[in-house]
């Protein structure tokens, strides 16, 4: 039996203008989790395309089994045994789970040359049984979570016999208990022959459930290392190609004096009596649980979702908010978790993404004044270090990091005060997380207050002043950073208020 059920030999793959891979190498060995590492844009997606049949190499050889293959088409790769689930399912949400599991390979009856609904029935619950699956072959795809989408397209690449599973970015809209559920299924495929690529850009991922790490840069192959005994500095400076010392960056902001108050903001069953104020020059962050409320309660301060309740004031004057239009016109600006479809226009360039918030300032008699917006945008790309070959390329070409830092260009060239930053880091590698820190203290030093919602706990520590901690839509506790611990703010999260009353009598 040979060593490796998968096997690239010095691949390369280029596009116009773009060398996206070059002598690349990569081994998966049969059962094995082998985590598939590197920054946005290091070349994980083109390789992955060329082991799914999506891409062609220019150059190089890939083996399967020992045997020399040449995938012409994603059919080619599929009758092998090899699928993919990515970050972003791809479904049909008005059709059943069934239907999205066994979609273009149906089964038929011989005779009647119907599809034979009973077998499939029955193929689908062994799967989704042997998945612990907590819903039916018959719920409509559309009303699952991301989670449960996630356990449908891995039933749909085992009910294709596949031996070879590629993973990408499973765990980035997951919470930590979905995350551990998805561990265990992925162990559980493992213990039964299959063979996993597990991308991901979060460290902990590949520290929990990876043998081996690959990792790419610029399209090049690093290394390629055991993951016991591998220190975190040693994969970081391979991704990256430098020592990062410090990931969050040194605090010597002079924090002034309060810009935005919200008092008792409540809306039916998604949150109750809210309130907090952030001052100038601060990052308030606001934490908690999935499901906590923290989203809901910044889409009600940008006017995205109304609320019952609630007053809000801006340097010290009441101001109304109905809409996100109304929210900007007061100086609030709002960075939303899914900048795929909330942040940004893909198919437009990088200029009118960046204008497209503040259009009116740059209109004249009904007519765009272009040399100033191209200026403004082209200005704010070079000091927010956004890597684009230029100005007028596609949102969508862009890496995670960059479109963060877009989404930040596009806040700036309104004028604000306040800027919520909803999972600023979601998403994104390790060198472009530090430069969103970079981009979020250096606003902060100009004077803007920044509303921080995240779910990591190193990042509400390194880079808040203050953290406010809601549980079930309420606010728990709240903290100065200064004297907060990440076993507090766990103990908020999860325990009630009463208990927490109870505690302090």
Same mark, same amino acid.
């Given at each position: ?7 690239? %030999? ?8 773009? !060398? ?45 089994? $020992?045997? =020399? ?23 049909? +949400?008005?059709? &059943? ?6 979609? $273009?390979?149906?089964?038929?009856? +011989? ?24 819903? &039916?072959?018959? &719920? ?5 979570? #991301? ?43 493992? @213990? ?44 970081? %400076? ?15 902001? !002079? ?45 009600? #301060? ?14 010290? =004057?009441?101001?109304?908010? %109905?809409? +996100? ?10 960075? +939303?978790? @899914? ?9 437009? @360039? ?13 209109? !004249? ?34 890496? $995670? ?8 260009? =596009? ?30 203290? =250096? ?20 880079? &808040? ?41």
């Amino acid at each position: 039996m040979p060593d490796y059920i998968l096997e690239l %030999r010095h691949i390369s793959k280029s596009f116009p203008g773009v !060398q996206a891979l070059k002598d690349v190498h990569f081994q998966l060995k049969p059962g094995e989790i082998h985590a598939l590492m590197g920054e946005n844009g290091a070349g994980k997606s083109t390789l992955i395309k060329i082991i799914t049949g999506v891409y062609q190499p220019d150059q190089g050889e890939i083996y399967f089994n $020992g045997q =020399k293959i040449h995938f012409r088409s994603p059919t080619d790769a599929q009758r092998l045994g090899i699928a993919a689930v990515y970050q972003h399912v791809a479904c049909f +949400p008005d059709l &059943s789970v069934l239907e999205n599991i066994f979609l $273009g390979h149906e089964s038929f009856d +011989p005779v009647t040359r119907k599809i034979n609904w009973r077998e499939l029935r029955k193929k689908a619950d062994d799967l989704l049984e042997s998945l612990d699956a907590d819903f &039916s072959p018959s &719920s409509t795809m559309g009303n699952l979570s #991301i989670a449960q989408q996630q356990i449908v397209e891995i039933a749909k690449a085992l009910s294709v016999n596949a031996k070879i599973l590629i993973m990408d970015e499973p765990t980035a809209p997951l919470s930590r208990r979905e995350c551990e559920d998805l561990y265990r299924i992925v162990e559980n495929l493992r @213990d039964t022959g299959v063979s996993i690529i597990f991308i991901s850009h979060r460290i902990e991922d590949m520290y929990r459930i990876a043998e081996r790490v690959t990792v790419l840069r610029d399209g090049t192959y690093v290394d390629t290392w055991k993951v016991p005994g591998l220190e975190q500095a040693q994969l970081v %400076r391979g991704m990256v190609g430098r020592e990062i010392t410090q990931y969050f960056p040194s605090r010597h902001i !002079q924090i002034g004096e309060e810009i935005f108050r919200v008092e008792n903001l409540s809306r039916t069953g998604f949150f109750k009596d809210i309130s907090f104020s952030v001052r100038r020059g601060e990052i308030l962050a606001l934490t908690g649980l999935v499901g906590a409320g923290r989203t809901e309660i910044c889409e009600s #301060i940008y006017g995205i979702a109304p609320r019952d309740s609630g007053r809000f004031f801006l340097e010290g =004057k009441e101001i109304s908010i %109905r809409s +996100p239009e109304e929210a900007l016109s007061h100086g609030i600006g709002y960075l +939303p978790e @899914d900048r795929m479809k909330q942040g940004l226009v893909l198919d437009w @360039d990088l200029v009118r993404n960046i204008t497209l918030a503040s259009l009116k300032s740059f209109c !004249q008699r009904g007519f765009m004044k272009q040399d100033q917006e191209r200026e403004i945008a082209a200005r704010l790309i070079n000091d927010l270090k956004v890597k684009a070959a230029h100005i007028y390329v596609k949102a969508s070409t862009l890496s $995670g990091g960059n479109q963060q830092k877009l989404i930040v260009a =596009k806040l700036l060239t309104s004028k604000l005060k306040l800027i919520i930053l909803d999972e600023p880091t979601k998403g994104v590698d390790v060198g472009a997380k530090t430069e969103i820190y970079r981009i979020m203290n =250096k606003l902060a030093e100009q004077g803007y207050g920044i509303i921080m919602i995240s779910s990591e706990m190193p990042e509400v520590l390194g880079m &808040s002043d203050r953290i406010v901690v809601l549980r079930e839509g309420r606010k728990s506790a709240e903290f100065e950073t200064a004297a907060a611990t990440q076993e507090a703010i766990l103990e908020a999260a999860m325990t009630s208020q009463r208990r927490q009353a109870h505690a302090i009598a």
